[in-house]
C-alpha cells in the first residue's frame, strides 16, 4: 500500500515556541490531507482538512491561527502549532487522499507525539 | 453527517475466546466504514473496511467484520483471541465527498486479552 510518512516523530518543546510537523505522502500525489488530533486514551478528532493549493478547512472549535496548515504541494502537508502550551500536548496523525481516488482509500502516518513543557 | 458508536469502552476476553467489538453507524448515505487497531504510542493500523460490496468482510490477522444495514451494525469479531490481539480499537465510517472523505471516528474499545 502507499506510505504517508510524518516528521518528526517526538518532539518536546517549551511553552510558547512554535512547532512543525510535516506529513509526507512518499509514493503517491495527495490532493486531500487531513490532520487528526488524539488526547491521551481518547480518540482521534479531525482538526482540519487541506486540499493541495486551498486553504485548509477547520472543524469548528479548531483555532486556525493557532494551528497553521500549508499543503504547499501534492506530497507535502505541514501543521504548525504557534505559540504552543501544555494543553496542546497530543498526538498529532495525518492521513492522505490521492487524486481520483475513493472515499474509502486514505492512507494514515505513524503520528507525532508532542509534548509542551 | 456519518457517525459511529462504539458499544463498550473496555472489552475483556480470555486467551483462545471469542473476540466481539461492537460498532453502530449512522448514514444518509451507503456508508463506507473501518475497523482500525492501536498499538501503545503508535499509529493507526487498517485491519478491514466495507466498501459496499461483500457484506462479510475479512481483515488482517483473522478479524472479520459483517455489514448488517438492518441493524445498522459492523461488529468486528475474531474466533480465538491471542494475546498480542491486546490494543484499542477504533471504529470509522468514511464522510462524504463535501468532507473530502474525512474519517469520523468511534471513542474506541480498549481490547484485554488474560491468559
Known amino acids: 500500500g502507499a506510505v504517508v510518512s510524518q516528521h518528526p516523530s517526538r518532539v518536546i518543546c517549551k511553552s510558547g515556541t512554535s512547532v512543525k510537523i510535516e506529513c509526507r505522502s512518499l509514493d503517491f500525489q495527495a490532493t486531500t490531507m487531513f490532520w487528526y488530533r488524539q488526547f491521551p486514551k481518547q480518540s482521534l478528532m479531525l482538526m482540519a482538512t487541506s486540499n493541495e493549493g486551498s486553504k485548509a478547512t477547520y472543524e469548528q472549535g479548531v483555532e486556525k491561527d493557532k494551528f497553521l496548515i500549508n499543503h504547499a504541494s501534492l506530497t507535502l502537508s505541514t501543521l504548525t502549532v504557534t505559540s504552543a502550551h501544555p494543553e496542546d500536548s497530543s498526538f498529532y496523525i495525518c492521513s492522505a487522499r490521492g487524486r481520483g481516488l475513493r472515499g474509502d482509500t486514505q492512507y494514515f502516518g505513524p503520528g507525532t507525539r508532542l509534548t509542551v513543557l | 453527517a456519518q457517525s459511529v458508536t462504539q458499544l463498550g469502552s473496555h472489552v475483556s476476553v480470555s486467551e483462545g475466546a471469542l473476540v466481539l467489538l461492537r460498532c453502530n453507524y449512522s448514514s444518509s448515505v451507503p456508508p463506507y466504514l473501518f475497523w482500525y487497531v492501536q498499538y501503545p504510542n503508535q499509529g493507526l493500523q487498517l485491519l478491514l473496511k466495507?466498501?459496499?460490496?461483500?457484506?462479510l468482510v475479512k481483515g488482517i490477522n483473522g478479524f472479520e467484520a459483517e455489514f448488517k444495514k438492518s441493524e445498522t451494525s459492523f461488529h468486528l469479531t475474531k474466533p480465538s483471541a491471542h494475546m498480542s490481539d491486546a490494543a484499542e480499537y477504533f471504529c470509522?465510517?468514511?464522510?462524504?465527498?463535501?468532507?473530502?472523505?474525512?474519517?469520523?471516528f468511534g471513542k474506541g474499545t480498549s481490547l484485554l486479552v488474560t491468559p
Open positions: 470509522a465510517v468514511s464522510g462524504n465527498s463535501s468532507s473530502g472523505y474525512a474519517l469520523n
Open positions: 466495507y466498501t459496499s460490496a461483500a457484506t
